[in-house]
């Protein structure tokens, strides 16, 4: 059971907008923590895709945007393409110190 | 080139211990915050812990007490020491570098089966 929520699966057809929520609580993302995004082919290595809320590092798309409302965040992915399908995971951070992950949500371009 | 490269993954027997390494080139382990994510087969992305540029770790409470890591500063390296190993445990082990929080810099793994 992962501390963030993410839904298990999301598609969509190439060209389309696809988002992918991320739910935690008053201990984490409400308590004013920031939310950073991360995208994993499998059989790779994760690698940063939104930091900061809304933050893009240099070499991503700006298909890719991040925001974040309350005890939620969202990722949002436009003009979907089929090298997009991956799985997507959000993270953020508590008051012990500790780095929290979603459970992750499986991206099919169909 | 910021590159990690992590090391000492294999098979141990329940009970036992290993200790993988994480070197790193282009990136200081002193000067950033230093994480270990594991991945278990066909799972999600899980925190194991962190140490900050100023030295206080910090752990996920499913390995507290059996895990600990550290840093070399000169070679540059970063330690996850891990002892009473259980089934559990087996995943891809990843180390990253940190900015505010958030993981920046990856390694490419390093595989632990915990089985006898």
């Known amino acids: 059971q992962s501390v963030l929520t993410q839904p298990p699966s999301v598609s969509g057809a190439p060209g389309q907008r696809v988002s992918i929520s991320c739910t935690g609580s008053s201990s984490n993302i409400g308590a004013g923590y920031d939310v950073h995004w991360y995208q994993q082919v499998p059989g790779t290595a994760p690698k940063l895709l939104i930091y900061?809320?809304?933050n893009r590092p240099s070499g991503v798309p700006d298909r890719f945007s991040g925001s974040k409302s309350g005890t939620s965040a969202s990722l949002a992915i436009t003009g979907l393409q089929a090298e997009d399908e991956a799985d997507y995971y959000c993270?953020?951070?508590?008051?012990?110190?500790?780095?929290?992950f979603g459970g992750g949500t499986k991206l099919t371009v169909l | 080139e910021v590159q990690l490269v992590e090391s000492g993954g294999g098979l141990v027997q329940p009970g036992g211990s290993l200790r993988l390494s994480c070197a790193a080139s282009g990136f200081s382990v002193s000067s950033n915050y230093m994480s270990w994510v594991r991945q278990a087969p066909g799972k999600g992305l899980e925190w194991v812990s962190v140490i900050y540029s100023g030295g206080n770790t910090y752990y996920a409470d499913s390995v507290k007490g059996r895990f600990t890591i550290s840093r070399h500063s000169s070679k540059n390296t970063l330690y996850l020491q891990m002892n009473s190993l259980r089934a559990e445990d087996t995943a891809v082990y990843y180390c990253a570098g940190e900015g505010d929080s958030y993981m920046h810099v990856w390694g490419k793994g390093t595989t632990v089966t915990v089985s006898s």
């Open positions: 900061g809320n809304t």
């Open positions: 993270q953020s951070y508590d008051s012990t110190g500790r780095r929290v």
